[in-house]
């Protein structure tokens, strides 16, 4: 688990640093570090709850949920993972959907990094609470 925490706080202190250093600049790099800050600890809470490593996007999603919500052995609560599900999507569109009209696209994107901001700390705050970090 610990490695994952490591990870956790180095991919945070790399937001935190390209929020400072680069306020008005690469939205989609601060989205996808916040969507892999927060996988750290998805990580970590399986890793802790089921002594698994190295679990993929669909494994995580099989272990915290499943039909019905808070089932799974590792589940979390509906609004921890919907945070960690739309932080995923908005990763996935800035990386691999790229951009159409530049000023559409950089409204867009510092909605998007909003959102994703937002995402994060619930998430974080959602394993502060359950002691994982």
């Given at each position: 688990?610990?490695?994952?925490?490591?990870?956790?706080?180095?991919?945070?202190?790399?937001?935190?640093?390209?929020?400072?250093?680069?306020?008005?600049?690469?939205?989609?790099?601060?989205?996808?570090?916040?969507?892999?800050?927060a996988l750290?600890?998805?990580?970590?809470?399986?890793?802790?709850?089921?002594?698994?490593?190295?679990?993929?996007?669909?494994?995580?999603?099989?272990?915290?949920?499943?039909?019905?919500?808070?089932?799974?052995?590792?589940?979390?609560?509906?609004?921890?993972?919907?945070?960690?599900?739309?932080?995923?999507?908005?990763?996935?569109?800035?990386?691999?959907?790229?951009?159409?009209?530049?000023?559409?696209?950089?409204?867009?994107?510092?909605?998007?990094?909003?959102?994703?901001?937002?995402?994060?700390?619930?998430i974080k705050?959602?394993?502060?609470?359950?002691?994982?970090?």
């Amino acid at each position: 688990m610990e490695k994952y925490i490591e990870q956790f706080y180095h991919n945070e202190y790399f937001l935190n640093k390209l929020l400072v250093d680069y306020p008005s600049e690469f939205y989609d790099w601060k989205i996808t570090v916040a969507f892999y800050t927060a996988l750290q600890l998805m990580k970590a809470y399986i890793k802790k709850k089921r002594n698994i490593d190295s679990v993929s996007h669909e494994d995580i999603k099989r272990h915290i949920i499943n039909i019905q919500w808070r089932q799974g052995d590792c589940a979390v609560s509906e609004s921890c993972y919907s945070a960690y599900d739309e932080l995923r999507n908005l990763s996935e569109a800035c990386r691999y959907f790229g951009k159409t009209k530049l000023e559409t696209a950089e409204k867009m994107l510092i909605e998007d990094l909003e959102i994703a901001q937002k995402n994060l700390l619930l998430i974080k705050k959602y394993f502060l609470k359950h002691k994982i970090i």
